[in-house]
Every structure is written in C-alpha cells, then in structure tokens.
C-alpha cells in the first residue's frame, strides 16, 4: 500500500481530525476475539498485583520524549488495572495547553489463576487489542509488550501489524508525515525539543528501545478508584489531559 494512498489518507484525515479536536477517548477498535466478562475481585496486595502486570514499553530509539511517572489504578469491583502513563511532552500536540501527554493501558486478570484475561491500549481515542499481545503476556510472566509511537506515543499492542483492520496502519502513515514533514514547530523549536523525525517510514516503526514499567509503578501505592482523575491529580503535579477510565470488557 502506498504512503500516499486516498483511501488511507482520508479515514486518517477524518480520525486524527476528531481526536484533536474532542481529545477524548472513544469507542473500541477491536483487532481480535474479546475476552469473557469478568467476575468481580477479591483484595490481594494492590502493589504485588500492579508490579506483577507492569507492561514493557518498547520506544524507538530516538525518543525525544521522557516517561515522567506511571501511575498504576485498580478497579475497586472488576480484576483491571489501569496504567497511566505520563510523558513530558506530545510531539503533535504540545503548546496546545496540556503540558504532558497521557497514555493508558489495560491489563485484564483472573482473579484465581493470576492469569492475563486481557491487555488492551488507549490509542487516538480508539481501543485497541490483539489476541497475540494476551498471548505473549502470559508467556512472559504476566507483563505485556508494547510498542509506542515516536512522540506521539500512541500505545500498541503486540502483534498489531497481523491485525486485520487497516485504520491503524493508515493513522500512523500519516502520524509519520505529520512527524517527518510538518513536525518542526515553532513554539516546540523555540523551547529546545527537535520535534521533527527525519527517517523513513520504516524506521519511524523501529521500536527497539525497551523499557521496564515495573521501577515507576513501585515508587508507591497504587490507586484504587472506578473515577481516577482526582487521585491522579493528587499523585501527578502537572496538568494533563482526561481521557477514558476502563474499556468495555
């Protein structure tokens, strides 16, 4: 599929237009089979069960931006966590009065076993999931992988370059030409950050960086709340953007 294909442009036109616009989380986007309802949790040790699901991050290598914390919350009534991600920046967004960029992901458990049920991921508004990144978790102990955008961060799931949905692949070809030609803002350049990437597509999907969550979800306790936002605003000092609590499970 060419970059510059009208089909991709337009549906990446049209979705990155109402993401900016409402900033807000939206509907699922759903890239597998969905998993079972989930039976209602019973209390076992918040720190032991966010440390034991903290996602790997997988970034490329020349990420401008830097994670400032993560900040794990526990469903007070369903076994999900919720990790809320903070980076100093959004490389697209940024001077538009959010001075950090929010990002989440989901890790869905059985509450007996212990065992990964689910791992899904905020991205532009759009839930994403694959049956390759729950598979890979529980190969791997419980922790997902994830591989997040050039300075745009937008989490994906494992295994999403299989999934059979296109809206996907066409946004981030033309997150990358935002990123490649457009990116060099002036009041980001003004500020020190060099925001424009100056590879090839290709290398924009170079996520070969990995990062272990696991140290900033254990500086301290987690959050146990269905409405996060206040307990968010006490924990992290800086503004940044509401978006959804929990995905439809």
């Known amino acids: 599929m060419s970059l510059w294909d009208p089909k991709c442009v337009s549906l990446a036109l049209v979705a990155v237009g109402i993401a900016v616009v409402s900033g807000a989380g939206g509907?699922?986007?759903r890239m597998g089979s969905r998993a079972p309802t989930l039976a209602a949790s019973p209390a076992p040790d918040r720190q032991a069960l966010a440390l034991r699901f903290a996602p790997w991050l997988y970034l490329h290598p020349d990420e401008p931006f830097e994670i400032?914390?993560?900040?794990p919350v526990l469903h007070p009534h369903r076994p999900l966590i919720a990790y809320h991600i903070f980076f100093a920046e959004d490389a697209l967004l940024a001077g538009h009065g959010d001075?950090?960029?929010?990002?989440?992901v989901w890790?869905?458990?059985?509450?007996?076993?212990?065992?990964?049920?689910?791992?899904l991921t905020l991205w532009h508004r759009a839930v994403l999931r694959t049956d390759a990144c729950v598979a890979e978790a529980r190969a791997n102990g419980g922790r997902p992988r994830l591989e997040?955008?050039?300075g745009q961060h937008g989490i994906l799931p494992f295994g999403w370059r299989a999934a059979p949905t296109r809206r996907?692949?066409?946004?981030?070809?033309?997150h990358y030409l935002f990123m490649r030609y457009l990116g060099g803002m002036p009041w980001l350049e003004s500020r020190g950050y060099h925001v424009s990437f100056s590879g090839s597509y290709a290398d924009y999907l170079r996520f070969a960086e990995p990062v272990d969550l696991a140290p900033y979800v254990g500086r301290e306790e987690p959050l146990v709340a269905?409405?996060?936002?206040?307990?968010?605003?006490?924990?992290?000092h800086r503004g940044f953007q509401r978006k959804r609590e929990w995905p439809d499970l």
Request: charged fraction near 20%; aromatic fraction near 8%; charge should be negative.
């Open 148 to 150: 997040v955008q050039w």
């Open 99 to 104: 001075p950090s960029d929010h990002e989440i």
């Open 226 to 236: 269905e409405w996060s936002t206040a307990g968010l605003e006490s924990r992290f």
């Open 68 to 71: 400032l914390a993560v900040i």
């Open 27 to 29: 509907g699922p986007v």
């Open 168 to 174: 996907t692949r066409c946004l981030l070809r033309l």
């Open 107 to 119: 890790v869905a458990y059985d509450p007996v076993t212990l065992e990964v049920t689910d791992v």
